[in-house]
Structure formats: structure tokens, C-alpha cells
């Protein structure tokens, strides 16, 4: 968190005499520091208090937790006092992995670790090398086994079957993997004295950034198949993915143009004296400066795009959403939705979270070099 | 962008084209083949795919019968007009939720990020938690989580009722109302045209102080334009102003303004989302003024509200309304997800469209090219008035 205290914020009071209990002093200063805002304190402590206690009550006191499988009775005969977590318990297989084979569903679990392992070891700076690259190429293909199966004794699972958080986890990574490439090109495009570059670049990204992902999305699955050779027919996750990477690399492509506009006009010139071709000079020189300006950014976009993964769920492709909105269609937990939705908000916080922490750690170390 | 930097002259050679242009025109002529190439791939299947389905292309079917019901429009609809007209409609219910969700949206961020550097430790707080929770959950799971909300709500007649005429219910939020037809809509005239010529009297008078320091009080003109002229016309028509309360009748409600459920927690979802990031702006932006300006300000005496209207705002602004316009794009076109709850605005409406008629590229090409001219019409407006406020270095 900033440091909020050193705002240059309104006229502050004449420094008082530092007397008195520190825990005083403290609520004098932060909370007490004139009339109106104690009343402000008092009226919003109040606010708080019922806001919390009225939340404790539903969904701690009143809590149905559990209930023997399939038997929603005791979550009905709470209903309106208490929360029904015990839907969760009920249905939290379904959520994370969709219709998966049940037996099988230790392979997408693994899949998701593999994931988290993977996002944690590209945090650690000391690991930026190129070995990293290897290790992503690795583990998507390890991802890709355990997520297909059909070989090492697997038995083959279907792409239709997928669901729930890995298919989250895949959009958004391959989302990230391909649509950075291609941010790059076309960020560079759009900055090519070349002219139908330049303008096809210009084109791309004005096009893709001027209309909602909705409708991309929707021409992903309704035009995909018109516009293949006819027998010719891809997978519709597939076809969502094609989406969202051309959607990725227009917003990608602009943030590394911001990057690549901030990198000093000398370096350019330098590369050129030293002789280097146009991608030996971006590859080395302009492209490593240009993305490390514009990190904070960059992970903003990723955490953004990490959340409109979710939009899939209007075409109907099985994300984490969509395996929640489909689990409370069951008669018996309908009336439960908020709790799913509570469980389901809370997977997407503690990735888009833990991402915003670290953008900020980022900024932070960024700034002090 | 223009090229990236100068380079040195090319020698003259044998050709009239240096090495660089020569590679130039060699990537060039590649990269346009290519998207030609597949562009006409596309094509070419397309065209046979649709002669294979019997689909033919063009609006013509703009003039058919829609027959698709619209629930909650501004616009006179029913299900015997044309697609052209549901199309209008559809267009008039984007632009309702996204006028107006960008009024509420730009205030209560405002309200949020200025919480964020109140010196009540508490209030920042909280809104610090309001910001950080809103951001990383999708928007599209909070629309469904209100929408859910907006359901579980009791029915009509055991409505909610905050404030008298006030009723909130699964039927959705209903509000006193002024029934609103051709006399009323004089009187707003009237509004309107005092506040444009109030508007060049006042630039008049603040010109004529800038010439001779006399500061010229503009509130006279302020109460004759703005407020006696529309009283004026509304007497002399004999305008009525009486508020229509809503009743419960039956199962259901009579007179007063409805927002239906689908529009009011599509509302409520985009607001709450888009405030969480415009409250950032707002606070980088009133953060970004430097500490000096603060001090002088202080040292000069003045009040708070005149120093954060007249010295800290206008600063603050040069930082915040390129960002502020990419927030109300994304609100705009973020609107689009209103397809999930079933309020129809244009995407939903071409969405339907789309499945009835089959005519797939010309339903998407129209969703396509009302968004580019919505986000083209705010850039072109946002671009003027930051023009208007930025800095004028010399």
C-alpha cells in the first residue's frame, strides 16, 4: 500500500507536542484531527460495524457448512438468514474442472499447479534467463499431456470435456504466450517507416481496440467456420483462443509502443553505428529497454485480460464462470448462486491480487534504480 | 508515429534504389501479399460456404419483419417492425446504459478516489478496499452476482419501499416520475438555449475582467437565463408539473418510472466496476499536482473549495482525461455484456438477429461499425477538451 500519510493532502493541523499515549496520538491523527472528521469516523464506524455484523450473521452464524450429499433441505430451511456454503463441498468438482472425467480429474488439478508453479518461477527476476523460455515451452507441453492424455497410459480425454479453471488458466496463458509475440510486430510495425506496414498495423489495432471483445468473440464462433474451406472444421475453444490472442496482442501492441517510444533517441543511433541489422538492433538493444519502461503497465494489461478470459462464457465455452453459472442450475441449490458466486469471485481475486501485488512490487524496485 | 529516427543518406549504387529501400520494399511487398493472400482465402470460402447454405448477403433483410420481442426500450418497439427499427432500438438501449453510466461512473469515482487521500484514515481505507476488490473480480461475474441479486429481491407486492414512492422489487426499481411529453419538452428548451447564451455572456464578462480587472458578478444573468425564462414559458404554456407516484396494483405496478431489472444491475455492475478505476485516476491525477502548488495555496490563505476548483483541479485534469477517456470507451463497450442477463442492446439485438436471419457477417459488421463511431465520437470529444485544458507551454 502507498503510503497514504505523506499525501500532499489538505493544510495539516500545526504539528502538536508528541505527548500522550501513541495509540492516542495515533487516533487523534488519522481519525480525530478535526469536528467534522470524527463525525465522518463515528457515522462510518457505525456503517462498518452493521455492515460486518449483518455479513457475520449470514455467512458465519446462519451458515448451513454442510449437509449429506445431494440433500439441499437444510441450506432451503436457512434460506433468507443464512448463507448455504455447503454447496460448495457439493459442487466444487464441477466448478474447477467441469465435466472432466471424475476419475480423472487428478490430471487438470495437476495442470492448474503446474500453472501456478510456472507463474510463481516467472516472478523470481533471478530467474529471467533464457532458460526460463525452455522451461515454459516444458511444462505447456507436460500441461498439454496430462490435459489430452492418450499417450504414457493416459486414456484420451476429449477437448469438449474440459472445463473449469485449467480452460481459465489455458485462454489466458496462450492468450499471453502468442499474443505477445504478436503485440511485439505489430508495435514495431506501427512504428516502421515502411508504409502499408505501418498502416496494416494501425489498421489492426484500431479495429480490434474500437469494438467489444463480445463481438470478436461472437465472430470467432459464428464466422470461424464460414470463412474455412468447407470440411474443414476447428475446435471452439480453439476458435475462442484465435480471439483472444489477435484481442491480446492489439492491447499488448500498444502498451509496448508506449515502451518503445520512451527509449531514447540515442540508443537507436548508437545500434545503428555499431552496425546491427533492424532486428539484431530491436532484439538487443531497443526491445529489452522498451519493456522493462513499461512493466507496471504490461502487468495491468495481463490482469485485465486475465478477467475478460471469463467473457467465453456468451459463446458458451466451459471457463470458471461458466461451470459456475452451469452448477446452480441443479433445481435442488438454485436458489444458492450467491455463494457460488462468492467462491468463484474469490479464485479470480487471488490471481488478479496476487498479479496487482506484484506489479507493484515491480514499480517499486524499478523506481529505486 | 513517424520513423523512428534519421538515417544517413543511402549511397547511390548502380540502381536508383538504395540496399535499405530495396529491403524495405521487399518486406513491404511480402507483408501486404500475405494479408491480400489470406484475406482472399477467407473470401473466396466464405462466398462458397454461403452459396453452399443458401445465405444470401446484403441488408435486404434490414426491411423484414423482426418479430423478436424487446422488453424494456426507449423507443416505441413491437415485434411487427423491421430489423432496421430493432436495431435503433438496440442502438437507443446501449446509449442509455452508457450515458448514463458514465455520468454515475465519473462521479462516484470521483467521490472514491478523493476518499483515497482523505486524512481520515478510516475513509481511505475503505476506499482502498472498494477499489482493490472491484478491480480484480471480472466484470462479467459481478453483472451476474447483481443480476442474481436484482432476482432474489421480493416480489411486487412485498416490495421494498427505502423512501416513500420508492419501490424496489424483482420487477426491477421504480421511481416517481414527471410524465414527460411535448409542453415539457418546451420548457427544456427553453433550459437549454439560457444555458448556451448564459454561457457566451459569461465568457463576455470574464473577458472584460481579463481586460480591466473589474470582477463582473454573472449570477444575475445566471437566475434570468436559467431559471426565470423556462418558468416563464412553463407558466405562460401552462405547463403541468405534477410528479406521478407510482401504485401497486394488482401484481404489478402503475404509473412512475421503471428500470427493469436486466438495465438497472447492468447499470449498477458497469458504475461500481468503472468507478474502481477512474477512482485511480483521480487519485494519480490530484496526486500528481506538486506539493508546492498546495503550499502556495495555503500560504495565499485561501479557502479549500476555491483552492481545489481554481488551482488544484485544473492541473489535476491535464492528468486525468486521456485515461478518463479510455475508461468511458471500455464502459461503452463493455455495455456489450449485457447479452448475459438479457437486456437487449444493440450486440444482444444483432445477436438475435444473427440466429433468426443467419446473415452472420452483416449483423456483426453493423455491431462492429456502431462501436467504432461510439468510441470515434468520444475520442473526438475527449481529444477537444483536452485540447482545451492542456497546459499552453510557450
Known amino acids: 500500500m502507498t503510503a497514504i500519510t505523506d499525501m500532499p493532502d489538505a493544510p495539516r493541523a500545526a504539528r502538536r507536542p508528541q505527548i500522550g499515549n501513541p495509540v492516542l496520538r495515533w487516533l487523534r491523527k488519522n481519525l480525530f484531527s478535526s469536528i467534522p472528521n470524527g463525525i465522518l469516523t463515528i457515522v462510518l464506524l457505525a456503517i462498518l460495524a452493521k455492515g460486518i455484523f449483518s455479513f457475520l450473521q449470514w455467512g458465519i452464524a446462519n451458515a448451513v457448512w454442510l449437509t449429506p450429499a445431494n440433500d439441499s433441505s437444510a441450506c432451503k430451511a436457512a434460506r433468507g438468514l443464512g448463507a448455504c456454503w455447503a454447496i460448495i463441498p457439493e459442487k466444487y468438482r464441477f466448478i474447477l474442472f467441469g465435466t472432466y472425467p471424475f476419475d480423472e480429474q487428478w490430471r487438470p488439478a495437476l495442470a492448474v499447479l503446474l500453472f501456478i508453479a510456472l507463474y510463481y518461477l516467472s516472478t523470481r527476476r533471478a530467474l529471467w534467463r533464457r532458460e526460463l523460455v525452455y522451461l515454459w515451452i516444458g511444462a505447456l507441453a507436460l500441461i498439454s499431456v496430462l490435459m489430452w492424455g492418450g499417450v504414457f497410459g493416459l486414456s484420451f480425454v476429449s477437448q469438449d470435456r474440459w472445463g473449469g479453471l485449467p480452460v481459465t488458466l489455458i485462454l489466458a496463458t496462450f492468450g499471453l504466450a502468442f499474443g505477445f509475440p504478436l503485440g511485439i510486430l505489430v508495435a514495431l510495425g506501427r512504428r516502421s517507416k515502411l508504409p502499408a506496414i505501418r498502416s496494416l498495423s494501425v489498421l489492426y489495432v484500431e479495429l480490434i481496440r474500437g469494438v467489444p471483445l463480445v463481438s470478436l468473440l461472437f465472430m470467432a464462433s459464428v464466422m470461424f467456420p464460414l470463412f474455412m474451406p468447407s470440411g474443414f472444421n476447428i475446435d471452439k475453444l480453439l476458435r475462442a483462443q484465435i480471439a483472444i490472442i489477435l484481442f491480446a496482442g492489439a492491447y499488448l501492441a500498444e502498451v509496448i509502443r508506449g515502451g518503445l517510444q520512451a527509449v531514447p533517441r540515442g540508443q537507436y543511433e548508437a545500434a545503428d553505428a555499431l552496425g546491427l541489422s533492424y532486428w539484431r538492433k530491436h532484439r538487443l538493444i531497443v526491445l529489452p529497454q522498451a519493456i522493462r519502461h513499461v512493466i507496471p503497465p504490461l502487468v495491468n494489461t495481463f490482469i485485465a485480460f486475465f478477467k475478460d478470459t471469463s467473457l467465453v462464457l456468451i459463446i458458451g465455452i466451459f471457463d470458471l464462470l461458466t461451470t459456475a453459472k452451469t452448477a446452480i442450475i441443479d433445481p435442488a441449490w438454485q436458489q444458492f448462486s450467491v455463494e457460488v458466486y462468492i467462491f468463484v469471485a474469490a479464485i479470480y481475486f487471488v490471481f488478479c491480487f496476487a498479479m496487482s501485488r506484484y506489479s507493484r512490487s515491480l514499480e517499486a524496485s524499478t523506481a529505486s534504480r | ?394
Not at chain 2, 55 to 80: K, Q, V, W
Open chain 2, 1 to 394: 508515429m513517424t520513423a523512428d529516427h534519421p538515417r544517413p543518406p543511402p549511397r547511390r549504387r548502380f540502381f536508383a534504389l538504395g540496399r535499405n529501400e530495396l529491403k524495405g520494399l521487399f518486406w513491404q511487398v511480402l507483408v501486404v501479399g500475405i494479408a491480400v493472400g489470406v484475406i482472399a482465402f477467407l473470401w473466396s470460402n466464405t462466398v462458397t460456404n454461403l452459396s453452399a447454405r443458401r445465405i444470401t448477403t446484403g441488408f435486404a433483410f434490414l426491411g423484414r419483419e423482426a418479430g423478436m420481442p424487446i422488453a424494456d426500450s426507449l423507443l416505441a418497439y413491437n415485434p411487427r417492425d423491421t430489423y432496421l427499427w430493432a436495431f435503433v432500438v438496440g442502438i437507443a438501449n446501449t446509449l442509455r446504459v452508457a450515458v448514463i453510466g458514465i455520468v454515475l461512473a465519473t462521479v462516484l469515482g470521483t467521490l472514491i478516489g478523493v476518499s483515497r487521500l482523505s486524512a481520515n484514515w478510516l475513509l481511505s481505507r475503505l476506499a482502498a478496499v472498494y477499489v482493490e476488490t472491484l478491480r480484480d473480480i471480472p466484470l462479467l461475474l459481478q453483472l451476474l452476482f447483481w443480476y442474481v441479486l436484482m432476482q432474489a429481491l421480493p416480489a411486487a407486492r412485498a416490495a421494498w419501499r427505502p423512501v416513500e414512492g420508492v419501490f424496489l422489487s424483482n420487477r426491477g426499481l421504480i421511481l416517481p416520475a414527471i410524465p414527460f411529453g411535448p409542453p415539457q419538452l418546451w420548457v427544456l428548451g427553453a433550459a437549454v438555449l439560457g444555458l448556451a447564451v448564459f454561457y457566451i455572456i459569461r465568457r463576455r464578462l470574464i473577458a472584460q475582467q481579463m481586460r480591466d480587472g473589474k470582477p463582473r458578478p454573472a449570477w444575475p444573468f445566471a437566475l434570468g437565463l436559467i431559471v426565470a425564462l423556462p418558468a416563464a414559458v412553463s407558466l405562460v404554456l401552462g405547463v403541468s408539473w405534477t410528479i406521478e407516484w407510482p401504485q401497486l396494483r394488482g401484481f404489478n405496478f402503475v404509473g412512475g418510472l421503471t428500470l427493469a431489472p436486466e438495465y438497472f444491475a447492468l447499470l449498477i455492475a458497469l458504475v461500481t466496476y468503472t468507478s474502481a478505476f477512474i477512482a485511480e485516476i483521480v487519485r494519480s491525477g490530484i496526486q500528481s499536482v506538486p506539493r508546492g502548488q498546495w503550499d502556495a495555496a495555503n500560504a495565499l490563505g485561501l479557502r479549500r473549495s476555491f483552492m481545489l476548483r481554481q488551482i488544484i483541479l485544473p492541473q489535476a485534469l491535464r492528468v486525468i482525461v486521456p485515461p478518463m477517456t479510455s475508461q468511458y470507451l471500455n464502459l461503452t463497450k463493455n455495455s456489450s455484456l449485457a447479452v448475459a442477463i438479457g437486456y437487449q442492446d444493440v450486440v444482444s439485438v444483432a445477436n438475435t438477429t444473427l440466429n433468426q436471419t443467419g446473415q452472420a457477417i452483416e449483423a456483426i459488421a453493423l455491431i462492429m461499425a456502431v462501436f467504432l463511431t461510439i468510441s470515434l465520437s468520444i475520442s473526438f470529444f475527449m481529444n477537444w477538451y483536452n485540447a482545451r485544458i492542456a497546459l499552453v507551454e510557450r
